[in-house]
């Protein structure tokens, strides 16, 4: 069964970094394009960074040049460096994963890991 589990969040002051890593986990053949999703309290969730199968990458205005999406292909494992950190930051951060080919269930599918929270606060 595959599965999406977040670590890294905390809390940071203003101008902090923080680095974000999602394992995929599961008997996994194939995974298309990840990204991270964050949503703050009383908002809906919003794509943060996208990371595409040619490796190419878009991010949300707010964090053009604070953040870094990456990938290691070889652990399934998805990362989000996170620098400058503000305050609107805030937010449970989610994994998402599209077009997961898996050992016992065919075609492909979609995946979200559960958050985690990041706090950006003095």
């Known amino acids: 069964q595959v599965q999406l589990v977040e670590s890294g969040g905390g809390l940071v002051h203003p101008g902090g970094s923080l680095r974000l890593s999602c394992d995929a986990t599961?008997?996994?053949?194939?995974?298309?394009?990840m990204a991270w999703y964050r949503q703050a309290p009383g908002q809906p969730r919003e794509l943060v960074a996208f990371?595409?199968?040619?490796?190419?990458?878009k991010y949300e205005d707010s964090v053009k040049g604070r953040f870094t999406i990456s990938r290691d292909n070889a652990r399934n494992r998805l990362y989000l460096q996170m620098n400058n950190l503000k305050p609107e930051d805030t937010a449970v951060y989610f994994c998402?994963?599209?077009?997961?080919?898996?050992?016992?269930?065919?075609?492909?599918?979609?995946?979200w890991g559960e958050g985690t929270q990041v706090t950006v606060s003095s």
């Open positions: 998402n994963a599209e077009g997961v080919v898996a050992a016992g269930r065919m075609g492909e599918y979609g995946y």
């Open positions: 599961g008997s996994i053949f194939r995974i298309s394009t």
């Open positions: 990371l595409s199968s040619d490796g190419s990458t």
